[in-house]
């Protein structure tokens, strides 16, 4: 679940809503022809791939120095969008380490309370307490974390239950900083968990009260198709691959476009080698890695 508007247009019949069924669709071999991949540098596409400069590393040097398992910003590799600007999406931040790091955080630490998660508000036998993860691994499907958001007036409200963890606000203001997107005061988040076979929905995050922010989403696990489009469900929709420790930012005329995810990439190579078990506190974090996605969206509300 994600915190977003849908259009009042008729979803069945929209170039989107044929573009995620066509990716979803599980009764033919997936073609992949059509995709965009941030790894590769194709004249075919309109996207383009450079690598973020020396210069936006002395904006940031104090945020660099305070968070651990960074590759050198000289070694990120930035994709930007010729027909869409504002949408950008950086590769080589985390080490393998990291990544598996922040996924354990995902699943052991964030779910905790008092962040609600959609266990928490389901009408039917809900579950409030600890050990989220090993209770209800397989039903965990997102948290909410920060600012308060109320999913029937699906606005945020004045408050927040706890402050963002340091690490989540420090790494996605350094994100923003080093694409001179000016100052970046993280305020809410939410943790998306995506099992295999399951999918989000297209949807366009306009709840937060400030839209000229960006919106900061760093991927997780498995990899997934990332269907992004324009402010009607009718615009054209470009299909990209997320892997592992992509960091995607929307920001200017990018930020209000309607997007989702069809499909998680399944019978990929594993990510995450039996030499990383001594690095996890469960084995089921190196299962989970290795066979769903998770999804932290970063947001500056106000």
Known sequence: MAIYSVSNEEPSQSEFKKQFKFYKRRDCPLDLSGVLDPYKSSKEFSFKLNYVSDKCLNAVEKLFKEINGLRPIQQWSLTTFLNRPGLFIIAGVLTLTEQLWWIEKCLLEY??????TNLFVQNNNPYRGSN????????????TMGNDY???????LNNARQSLPDEMAKLSRLVVCSLGLGDFLPDAAIVNFYPEKSHLSPHIDRSERDLSRPLVSISLGQP??????????????DAIILRSGDILIMSGEQRLVYH????????????FGDEFIQMVKEKEILEYANNCRINITVRQVD
Request: aromatic share 10%; net charge positive; with cysteine.
């Open 260 to 271: 989702g995810v069809p499909r998680i990439l399944e019978g990929q190579p594993k990510i």
């Open 132 to 143: 989220v993860f090993k209770n209800c691994s397989k039903k965990l499907r997102w948290v």
């Open 111 to 116: 779910p905790e309370p008092p962040n609600i």
């Open 150 to 156: 109320n999913w029937d007036t699906k606005e945020y």
């Open 224 to 237: 997934a198709i990332y269907l992004t489009g324009g402010t009607s469900l009718n615009d054209p929709v």
